[in-house]
């Protein structure tokens, strides 16, 4: 997209907002007299108004009540760190490392694990290899949740990293909203809209319109990176008991030169090589092409005072088109593999459950029950360079790096063939309950009873085989909190692992699934009138037969071993404002990660990070808002690959009201322009040295 039709865009989407009626209604109109012609209105602006999510457990409670390490990364500070990118906005958040080893593809972790599962509105499946492809556009989100430890209660499927929850904005009892336009370092363009339209006078029905388009190159050479983002959402009442919500969301992404693997650092006598940061093994006739659509549709009906039923649907259908070269040394040197592929994915969660309160003891408790099913179909065509799918074709000479982006010619693609395809199904039952065994302790108490299924091959797997397709599995799930007095709260968790793997062995058998333990204590504490929430967690946690690199096979096929990992450290937290107009997030990570023989493993996750965002108000001049985040990592290694030193990574914002309505912004990241490499888990790619990027974002 060029500058003239960049704007172009972005005057249409500001021509679109303008000229749509606006009520600015707010909530109390939207409320008439409590008649009987209008219940409805008061339930839906009612539930619009209270949203409450429901974390770690499927119950509706506060963090503080929460026995499990949850962090928010709110609409505020995504949006002053102008952190568009999902990866980018979770680089800020505590205790979770962003593995970006690949320009398209990344990996998270915590706690020592991968993050496996990342959900919207809290339903999902587990990522194929823990691997996310692209980014999400954070403008859909009203907050993204980061509940760190094991997810039993959640899906009854995950090991003891961690669950990323994307809760989608929805519409709002006022008609109004936003539109941005930023330009920024590498030719950057970006505009975005965000509109809320109150749909009947009585303000049953509401819908909200996001559309957000991004266009810029990179420092690494020749990528250039192109995504446009349309959500739509419509709720509204059905009867007098029943809200109905409905959306839809598309995403086009584009990426040409991406890199498919990453950097080869270590030279052949042991010592590692210091690139230029702009490095890249991609050319310039590669890409990784994405689209995807997905919708939701979302029941929710009233059944007495405290309880209520909810069916939920959500589909997405996902196509990718790549040409790229993996480099990787050779005997004699660097080497290029050529691949071209198409591949599809569709995904199918269905859930319905019950949730409520009810009395019993003298005492108010709260229940939820309900049953999910879960589908994936996986398939992917490659266009032949070989004999067959299972072999490898020849190799293409590449110069020592760096070298420019026209030196490895296309090469001449075979036929498209289909290569591989999977499918996979998770059907769970689930219960869950918070018990008020006296006016200070409560038990938290659940259990999953699953049917995992699996067939084919994985999304980027070895093509395994399996030996039984069909797992089954009971897990439990307690917790217990104890209010120490009304500010303070003790809190212990355990829950059992269970993780379906897609990695094969040296055979070719793929390993049967991750099972262990995982147990949390803590203290949460709530300061200056609720405000500010500190946490003190001490983990604990148990992986048997997780895969760990083995090795490349003969017919050059990577393999795994099943080991036997045990994770523990603790983590200390704040988040929240020190007063109306500042706000702090602070958190310290501390982790030792051991392998069955006692000694350390996986030495490229960082054992220690700090994370520091403060932002807040000038006094003087309440206009300018300022802030700053900070990241310190330990330093990390990973044998036959590279080591990155300990260091500090910052980035700032001013942001400046023009108006009531109107604000300029100014983002710098990588402030002390830092030269470090991103993560070493699969590769190695530097990070971006410093960039600035421009926001007029104005309220409509």
């Known amino acids: 997209?060029?500058?003239?039709?960049?704007?172009?865009?972005?005057?249409?989407?500001?021509?679109?907002?303008?000229?749509?009626?606006?009520?600015?209604?707010?909530?109390?109109?939207?409320?008439?007299?409590?008649?009987?012609?209008?219940?409805?209105?008061?339930?839906?602006?009612?539930?619009?108004?209270?949203?409450?999510?429901?974390?770690?457990?499927?119950?509706?409670?506060?963090?503080?009540?929460?026995?499990?390490?949850?962090?928010?990364?709110?609409?505020?500070?995504?949006?002053?760190?102008?952190v568009s990118g999902s990866n980018e906005a979770l680089a800020l958040a505590t205790g979770i490392n962003v593995e970006q080893y690949e320009t398209n593809r990344a990996t998270f972790n915590a706690r020592g694990f991968e993050i496996q599962l990342t959900q919207l509105d809290g339903?999902?499946?587990?990522?194929?290899?823990?691997?996310?492809?692209?980014?999400?556009?954070?403008?859909?989100?009203?907050?993204?949740?980061?509940?760190?430890?094991?997810?039993?209660?959640?899906?009854?499927?995950?090991?003891?990293s961690g669950t990323i929850n994307y809760v989608r904005k929805r519409p709002t009892n006022q008609d109004g909203g936003e539109v941005e336009v930023t330009f920024g370092s590498w030719n950057k363009k970006r505009a975005a809209?965000?509109?809320?339209?109150?749909?009947?006078?009585?303000?049953?029905?509401?819908?909200?319109?996001?559309?957000?388009?991004?266009?810029?190159?990179?420092?690494?050479?020749?990528?250039?990176?192109?995504?446009?983002?349309?959500?739509?959402?419509?709720?509204?009442?059905?009867g007098d008991h029943g809200v109905l919500t409905v959306g839809v969301t598309a995403i086009d992404g584009q990426q040409d030169s991406p890199m498919w693997g990453s950097l080869t650092l270590l030279r052949a006598d042991g010592t590692q090589a210091d690139y230029p940061v702009g490095t890249s093994t991609s050319q310039q006739w590669t890409y990784w092409n994405t689209k995807s659509y997905s919708g939701f549709v979302e029941y929710a009906h009233k059944l007495g005072a405290d309880w209520e039923a909810k069916a939920t649907y959500n589909y997405r259908h996902s196509n990718e088109w790549t040409a790229l070269l993996y480099v990787y040394p050779g005997s004699t040197g660097l080497v290029g593999w050529p691949y071209r592929s198409v591949g599809s994915a569709d995904n199918h969660v269905l859930d319905a459950n019950v949730s409520?309160?009810?009395?019993?003891?003298?005492?108010?408790?709260s229940l939820v029950f309900g049953v999910n099913r879960s589908t994936e179909k996986t398939a992917s065509d490659t266009y032949l360079l070989a004999p067959t799918c299972a072999?490898?074709?020849?190799m293409l000479p590449v110069p020592a790096m760096p070298y420019g982006g026209n030196v490895v010619a296309e090469p001449s693609w075979g036929a498209r063939t289909a290569c591989n395809s999977g499918e996979q199904s998770l059907t769970r039952f689930y219960a869950a309950s918070r018990l008020a065994l006296t006016d200070s302790m409560k038990l938290i108490a659940g259990v999953n009873a699953m049917r995992h299924v699996r067939g084919g091959q994985s999304r980027y797997g070895s093509g395994g085989q399996l030996l039984d397709p069909k797992t089954e599995k009971l897990s439990p799930y307690v917790g217990l909190t104890y209010d120490i007095t009304p500010d303070l709260l003790a809190?212990?968790?355990?829950?059992?692992?269970?993780?379906?793997?897609?990695?094969?062995?040296?055979?070719?058998?793929?390993?049967?699934?991750?099972?262990?333990?995982?147990?949390?204590?803590?203290?949460?504490?709530?300061?200056?009138?609720?405000?500010?929430?500190?946490?003190?967690?001490?983990?604990?946690?148990?992986?048997?037969?997780?895969?760990?690199?083995?090795?490349?096979?003969?017919?050059?096929?990577?393999?795994?071993?099943?080991?036997?990992?045990?994770?523990?450290?603790?983590?200390?937290?704040?988040?929240?404002?020190?007063?109306?107009?500042?706000?702090?997030?602070?958190?310290?990570?501390?982790?030792?990660?051991?392998?069955?023989?006692?000694?350390?493993i996986y030495e490229w996750v960082p054992r220690r990070t700090l994370n520091l965002t403060v932002s807040g108000r000038v006094p003087a001049l309440p206009a300018l808002n300022l802030g700053v985040n900070a990241r310190w990592q330990s330093d990390v290694y990973k044998v036959g690959s590279a080591r990155q030193d300990s260091y500090v990574l910052a980035n700032g914002f001013a942001a400046y009201d023009l108006s009531n309505r109107t604000t300029l912004r100014l983002n710098v990241n990588n402030l002390f322009n830092k030269k470090a490499i991103g993560g070493l888990a699969y590769g190695a790619i530097y990070g971006a040295p410093r960039n600035v990027a421009v926001t007029l974002n104005y309220k409509l």
């Open 391 to 394: 072999d490898t074709p020849a």
């Open 193 to 238: 809209l965000d509109y809320n339209k109150v749909l009947t006078q009585d303000g049953a029905w509401a819908g909200r319109l996001i559309v957000a388009t991004e266009d810029k190159d990179s420092y690494l050479r020749d990528l250039k990176d192109k995504r446009t983002t349309v959500y739509g959402v419509v709720d509204g009442q059905i």
């Open 1 to 82: 997209m060029n500058t003239h039709n960049f704007l172009l865009t972005a005057c249409a989407l500001a021509a679109a907002a303008a000229l749509t009626p606006a009520h600015a209604q707010s909530q109390n109109d939207a409320q008439p007299a409590a008649t009987s012609a209008s219940l409805q209105t008061v339930t839906i602006t009612g539930k619009r108004a209270n949203r409450v999510s429901k974390g770690a457990t499927g119950l509706a409670m506060e963090l503080k009540d929460t026995p499990q390490t949850i962090s928010t990364l709110d609409k505020e500070d995504i949006t002053n760190f102008g």
């Open 123 to 160: 339903l999902g499946m587990s990522n194929s290899w823990g691997t996310v492809v692209g980014r999400e556009d954070t403008f859909l989100f009203e907050k993204i949740e980061l509940i760190r430890g094991a997810n039993g209660l959640l899906t009854g499927v995950g090991n003891s």
């Open 356 to 365: 409520g309160t009810f009395n019993a003891w003298g005492r108010k408790h």
């Open 491 to 600: 809190y212990a968790s355990y829950s059992d692992i269970f993780q379906p793997q897609e990695q094969a062995d040296a055979s070719g058998l793929l390993l049967a699934p991750v099972k262990g333990v995982n147990a949390e204590t803590g203290v949460k504490a709530e300061w200056l009138n609720k405000a500010l929430l500190t946490t003190l967690a001490v983990f604990t946690a148990r992986q048997e037969g997780l895969a760990t690199y083995g090795g490349v096979t003969a017919g050059g096929q990577y393999w795994y071993k099943p080991m036997d990992v045990k994770s523990r450290g603790f983590e200390v937290e704040a988040t929240g404002r020190l007063s109306k107009d500042a706000k702090l997030t602070a958190g310290y990570t501390h982790l030792k990660l051991t392998g069955p023989d006692g000694k350390d």
